[in-house]
């Protein structure tokens, strides 16, 4: 009785094991896939100050485009830093939030578009073709970051962006968080500021 009993013992923790195993390969899986879309992340470092030029494609989803054309007003919320890198926890030494926001009107068949930078109008203008309305949301030029203090010469760099899309699919208190989750996310290369 006790052999069928050790028996039985070792055939649930094999179960167990199994159920374990798909369960770290759907997270590796889900990560991967994951990882797949991005913000592209380019800086620039010209004359003393820091640009960054981002690209965010795969944020562009059917589901954007389905949303937009009932009229629902949809934001892209880009959060950029310019980030020191430091042993424990990368210093942010320049941010800025950048906001485009559409709307379409279902009875003249345009597009309302905006863009705001921390909190302030830049742009608003119409729109006729849905393709100029996908790059107004995922494609912007150089924006310049400014930091707090000067920046140290011949140190490394790097610009991270974080996207938020609205309206949210789901809500998460980790989307209202500094460093959170995010639609997409992005980082350019590790650059020295050479003065």
């Known amino acids: 009785m006790k052999k069928g009993l050790a028996l039985r013992r070792t055939q649930g923790g094999l179960g167990m094991s199994t159920a374990a195993t798909g369960l770290v390969a759907m997270v590796a899986a889900a990560t991967l896939f994951a990882s797949a879309a991005e913000i592209k992340v380019q800086s620039l470092v ?78 608003s203008e119409k729109r006729d073709q849905e393709n100029d309305v996908r790059d107004w949301l995922t494609i912007f030029e150089p924006i310049e970051l400014v930091p707090d203090s000067p920046l140290k010469a011949n140190t490394d760099y790097y610009i991270q962006v974080r996207l938020l899309k609205f309206p949210r699919r789901s809500v998460s208190l980790l989307a209202i968080l500094p460093g959170g989750s995010s639609d997409l996310s992005g980082r350019s290369a590790t650059f020295p500021y050479l003065r």
């Open 46 to 123: 010209t004359e003393g100050r820091v640009l960054a030029a981002f690209t965010a494609a795969d944020a562009w989803t059917i589901e954007t485009r389905e949303t937009l054309q009932f009229g629902t007003p949809v934001t892209f919320d880009y959060y950029v830093e310019l980030r020191r890198p430091a042993t424990l926890w990368d210093r942010v030494v320049a941010e800025t939030n950048v906001r485009a926001d559409v709307k379409f009107d279902t009875l003249t068949g345009k597009y309302q578009v905006s863009r705001q930078r921390d909190g302030r109008m830049v742009k």
